[in-house]
């Protein structure tokens, strides 16, 4: 994998139980196969060859199957864990083996399903978590107004999914998530007082951020 494509960014969340290194990874879309060829490259260069648990939301799966896979085959200890946003099945697929009832839709695009992939039915979880919209979109606007980078809600759930998963495990764990999608897809909604008001979620903005809404 040529190593120009890989967009690297590294910041530092303060968790209420731990402090612990979030390390974020921002890659063009990559065929599986390519992505576990460079994969080791990354992981040893910045976790100095140790990742605890990777985390992300999932569209076709094919993502989280081949980061995890590639991962646990380095140190089987790795956590793959699943990111659910509202709207999509796969948080009770993982927690009760039932797909329940889709319900509601979320501010997030190209993550979340109604049913089960193939990618998914092999790979090897260790667990799920459920981030909602509120969580997305106020991780979302953290991001950047305290860190600087402009991603859509999508990013915005997997990095508090990861926030949420560090809760979970031993301060200085290293947790791996991505960040998948820009800003500018989102302007009309996102960044909109109007359209998050119409959503329920503009008291998920922080107050000190909302005067930069359109």
Not at 114 to 138: C, I, K, M, P
Not at 151 to 170: C, D, F, P, R
Request: hydrophobic share 40%.
């Amino acid at each position: 994998m040529d190593m120009a494509t890989c967009n690297k960014v590294l910041t530092y969340f303060e968790c209420r139980h731990a402090y612990t290194r979030i390390k974020l990874l921002c890659l063009q879309s990559i065929d599986i196969e390519h992505f576990r060829c460079g994969l080791i490259c990354i992981s040893l260069w910045w976790a100095g060859g140790s990742v605890d648990a990777v985390v992300f939301g999932t569209g076709t799966g094919g993502t989280l199957a081949g980061v995890g896979s590639y991962l646990k085959s380095l140190k089987k200890e790795t956590r793959v864990v699943l990111a659910d946003p509202p709207g999509s099945v796969l948080y009770s697929w993982f927690k009760t083996g039932e797909l329940g009832n889709r319900k509601g839709t979320s501010i997030t695009e190209g993550i979340g399903q109604g049913r089960v992939t193939a990618n998914l039915q092999g790979t090897q979880l260790d667990d799920a978590v459920f981030v909602s919209d509120e969580e997305s979109v106020e991780m979302t606007f953290r991001l950047l107004h305290e860190e600087g980078f402009c991603v859509g809600a999508s990013s915005g759930l997997n990095v508090a999914a990861a926030v949420q998963l560090s809760k979970m495990m031993t301060p200085g764990s290293v947790i791996v998530t991505c960040l998948c999608d820009t800003g500018q897809r989102y302007a009309a909604r996102l960044f909109n007082k109007k359209a998050l008001a119409d959503r329920g979620l503009l008291d998920a903005v922080p107050v000190a951020y909302r005067n930069a809404l359109s």
